[in-house]
């Protein structure tokens, strides 16, 4: 995996002078900017960082680095070798199947958790969502359709408030995220097809079904290209 110039910047994550609780709210901001970078496809996969080298770019040292991606390794969403050298792992064909029906079993049963929650307020911020997606498409901004197309899915998941679930499904966002931000760069945007107008055609029609028929064909849409892609990697085509 490899990190972009100024890949995480929002600027360096301020080292607390503080005890724990400072330490703690480093720890947390590092996490954040690891998991954004995973999961807008940031972190390149095939290529490799240290520990070190990540704690400078974040500005932080490197403790607090060493504990978030010991803890993402846990996730199966990172490496970290006994060299400190940290990288995504390979994306095989039995692992993307192993992810593919994980995803169809969890999401569209946590969307269907979620609806009795979500409200027409809630169908009206997801439209925006979407329409931002819609741009992103079109422009072929890949970057940006994966922050939102993350934004929209969990939207709707986290108004399940499920404990359980919702960090499962998180989990198998951040395995996959990374190879598909590398198919879009392949193969655009412009091919994906938008489900989420049937989605939110579903919650503002209260249709439990609806919904978890629109969830699980959009992950069957944006999953096939990278399936593809994994399929001719492994016949050498």
């Given at each position: 995996?490899?990190?972009?110039?100024?890949?995480?910047?929002?600027?360096p994550?301020?080292?607390?002078?503080g005890?724990?609780?400072?330490?703690?709210?480093?720890?947390g901001q590092v996490d954040?900017a690891?998991?954004?970078?995973?999961?807008?496809?940031r972190?390149?996969?095939?290529k490799?960082?240290?520990?070190?080298?990540?704690?400078?770019?974040?500005?932080?040292?490197?403790?607090?680095?060493?504990?978030?991606?010991?803890?993402?390794a846990?996730e199966?969403?990172?490496e970290?070798?006994?060299?400190g050298?940290?990288?995504?792992?390979?994306?095989?064909?039995a692992?993307?199947?192993?992810?593919?029906?994980?995803?169809?079993l969890?999401e569209?049963?946590?969307?269907?958790l979620?609806?009795?929650?979500?409200?027409?307020?809630?169908?009206?911020?997801?439209?925006?969502?979407d329409?931002?997606i819609?741009?992103?498409?079109?422009?072929?901004?890949?970057?940006a359709?994966?922050?939102?197309?993350?934004?929209?899915h969990?939207?709707?998941?986290?108004?399940s408030g499920?404990?359980?679930l919702?960090?499962?499904i998180?989990s198998?966002?951040?395995?996959f995220?990374?190879?598909?931000?590398?198919?879009?760069?392949?193969?655009?945007?412009?091919?994906?097809?938008?489900?989420?107008?049937?989605?939110?055609?579903?919650?503002e029609?209260?249709?439990?079904?609806?919904?978890?028929a629109a969830?699980?064909?959009d992950i069957?849409d944006g999953?096939?290209l990278?399936?593809?892609?994994?399929?001719?990697?492994?016949?050498g085509?």
């Amino acid at each position: 995996m490899a990190l972009r110039q100024s890949a995480l910047q929002s600027g360096p994550v301020k080292e607390a002078s503080g005890p724990s609780t400072s330490r703690g709210a480093t720890r947390g901001q590092v996490d954040n900017a690891v998991r954004s970078g995973l999961l807008t496809g940031r972190f390149i996969p095939g290529k490799a960082v240290t520990i070190r080298g990540l704690a400078a770019e974040l500005g932080v040292s490197p403790m607090p680095v060493r504990e978030v991606l010991q803890r993402l390794a846990a996730e199966n969403a990172l490496e970290v070798k006994p060299n400190g050298r940290v990288q995504i792992p390979d994306m095989t064909p039995a692992r993307f199947d192993e992810v593919l029906k994980a995803r169809l079993l969890l999401e569209p049963e946590l969307a269907e958790l979620a609806l009795p929650h979500l409200t027409s307020k809630d169908a009206k911020d997801l439209q925006s969502i979407d329409d931002d997606i819609d741009e992103r498409l079109t422009s072929g901004d890949a970057e940006a359709y994966m922050r939102l197309n993350h934004a929209f899915h969990f939207r709707i998941y986290r108004a399940s408030g499920s404990k359980v679930l919702l960090p499962l499904i998180d989990s198998l966002w951040l395995q996959f995220a990374p190879f598909m931000r590398t198919v879009y760069g392949r193969v655009g945007t412009a091919s994906l097809e938008d489900r989420h107008k049937e989605a939110i055609r579903a919650i503002e029609d209260q249709d439990g079904a609806a919904l978890r028929a629109a969830i699980a064909a959009d992950i069957a849409d944006g999953m096939g290209l990278l399936g593809k892609e994994i399929l001719s990697n492994a016949s050498g085509g």
